[in-house]
Each structure stands twice: as C-alpha cells, then as structure tokens.
C-alpha cells in the first residue's frame, strides 16, 4: 500500500512539474543572451569580410534546400547561387574603406532571429570604389554551430528627400 501511494505521489508530482513550464512569448519576449550571440555572429561577419576570409564568411551561412536569398529587385535564388554570389564578389574586394550598419535591429523568437540595418558601405575593387546603400534584412537559425544565416533580402535603400 505505501509502495503504490509513494509512485502515485511521485507520478502527481512529474506530472505537475512538466506542466508548469515557463510560458514563453515569442513575439514580445526580448531574448536578450540570444540577441547578444546574434549580434556578436554579425560582428563576426563583419570581420570576415574585413579580413578578406571568404571560407569563414561562407561558414556563417546555412546552405541547403530551405536557404533564400532576394537581391537587387531580381527573382529568390537559392544557396548555391548565393555561395557563388558571395565568393565573387567579397573574393574581390580589396579593400573595406567603411563598413558600418545603421539603424541596427535584432529581433528573436526564440531559436529565430532577423536582423535588419541600412548599410553604408564603401568597398574598394583595385581601383573602384563602390558604395553599398541597401536595406538588409539576415534571417538567422540557432543551430549547435552557433547562429547561421538561412535567408538574405538586400535592396536598394531610397532614403525620404
């Protein structure tokens, strides 16, 4: 008799504790370490490109049959074309003369995040320099290799006269 009240004593109290779990608002909730990682990933980007390091820029991407990019107002293409794009262009870059992101915004949901910014960079190719004025939305997935990006949207930014 105490052997079957003491399980059924143990199950009531397994069974209360796995429903009392922390409710969590995925739309409000502010995920502040997260936003911390995201924002260190982004800056980690940032450096790869300044450093000229195309295998670790391509490390932060999450490549695969889900990844998206938009550019340039042209139809969504995938990873593949995206890796080509980035090796192509960042591979010849020669210089980073201004790399900074305004208007900086990170929002997570939970193991999501989107971070968007205006860019304002100036990037040189030998002899040419080319700003990049864009609005820039990097969509991001917590995997067990940190923060990757599945879904780039670059397009060009009219600022109001």
């Known amino acids: 008799?105490?052997?079957?009240?003491?399980?059924?004593?143990?199950?009531?109290?397994?069974l209360l504790f796995t429903n009392c779990k922390v409710k969590v608002d995925l739309i409000n909730d502010e995920f502040p370490e997260a936003k911390q990682e995201v924002m260190q990933t982004f800056g980690e980007i940032a450096q790869s490109i300044k450093d000229g390091d195309i295998e670790k820029l391509i490390a932060f991407h999450a490549y695969g049959p889900k990844f998206t990019e938009f550019k340039n107002g042209a139809l969504r293409n995938g990873g593949d074309d995206n890796e080509i794009h980035e090796r192509n262009v960042f591979?010849?870059?020669?210089?980073?003369?201004?790399f900074d992101a305004k208007d900086l915004q990170i929002a997570v949901y939970g193991d999501v995040a989107n971070l968007t910014f205006h860019?304002?960079?100036?990037?040189?190719?030998?002899?040419?320099?080319?700003?990049?004025?864009?609005?820039?939305?990097l969509l991001f997935v917590k995997t067990d290799k940190g923060w990757k990006m599945v879904h780039e949207h670059h397009s060009a930014l009219h600022p109001k006269s």
């Open 1 to 14: 008799m105490k052997t079957r009240f003491g399980l059924t004593l143990i199950m009531i109290t397994c």
């Open 91 to 98: 591979g010849a870059v020669t210089e980073v003369i201004k």
């Open 119 to 137: 860019s304002d960079f100036q990037l040189k190719f030998g002899d040419d320099i080319v700003e990049v004025n864009d609005q820039i939305s």
